[in-house]
């Protein structure tokens, strides 16, 4: 079965305290991989597309990675502005896509 | 400005109604989908579609409808056979890529859906 999996569900940093998030999946052929920020009561903010293993994409304080397995959200140097819910959602082999259940990302000041 | 919008930002329904949550795009974008958002919980597909005319199930279609008459508009219906309805409910556009790929989806602000 196709599967998504975020970990972990929460994250508590203090400001400037690097980390990762995860997001490792099972499913019947990849076509791409997707990273979201979703901020209390909005819809999901588009952050990265990630297609193949070894790609990697910055953006600011974020760098996505993709291996064959997984992703990781890497965080450096955070922000209480980065404070969110981080959402990974994943494209199969059958165009189906599949979203984790997200982490919540608290940075404290 | 180009984007997605969803309308009501929040709807209150009775039990035994039916509500419309409106859905919009000015991005030119083929496809279109419904998503719900519940707590704890990653967002399940309602319905999408690819063209005018054409729309397909997702994994929990049942006690929702939809209509997609004009490319710009996706609205979606909660019909009272949804047994619970109570939810945080996405709107979401792409363009369709040719050859197989795959390409993102944007998404509106969202509708709370609340039943009393």
């Known amino acids: 079965e196709d599967q998504v999996t975020q970990s972990p569900e929460a994250l508590r940093l203090q400001e400037g305290e690097s980390s990762s998030l995860n997001c490792s999946y099972t499913v019947s052929g990849l076509r791409g991989l997707f990273w979201y920020r979703q901020d209390p009561g909005k819809g999901p903010e588009f952050l990265f597309t990630l297609y193949s293993a070894g790609e990697e994409k910055e953006k600011e304080r974020l760098k996505a990675t993709l291996t064959k397995k997984e992703s990781f959200l890497h965080i450096t140097a955070p922000k209480p502005e980065d404070s969110a819910t981080y959402l990974c959602a994943v494209i199969t082999g059958g165009f189906k896509t599949i979203f984790g259940a997200g982490t919540r990302l608290f940075v404290k000041a | 400005d180009g984007g997605i919008t969803q309308s009501p930002k929040y709807l209150f329904r009775k039990e035994g109604q039916n509500v419309t949550l409106s859905c919009e795009q000015n991005?030119?974008?083929?496809?279109m989908y419904w998503y719900r958002q519940d707590p704890g919980q990653g967002l399940r597909l309602i319905y999408y579609?690819?063209?005018?005319?054409?729309?397909q199930k997702g994994d929990i279609a049942e006690g929702y409808s939809v209509s997609r008459e004009k490319k710009e508009s996706f609205p979606l219906t909660v019909t009272s056979a949804q047994k619970n309805p109570t939810a945080f409910y996405l709107c979401a556009s792409s363009i369709l890529a040719g050859g197989g790929g795959t390409d993102t989806q944007y998404f509106g602000p969202g509708t709370r859906l609340t039943v009393l």
């Open positions: 991005l030119n974008h083929d496809a």
């Open positions: 579609s690819q063209i005018v005319n054409d729309f």
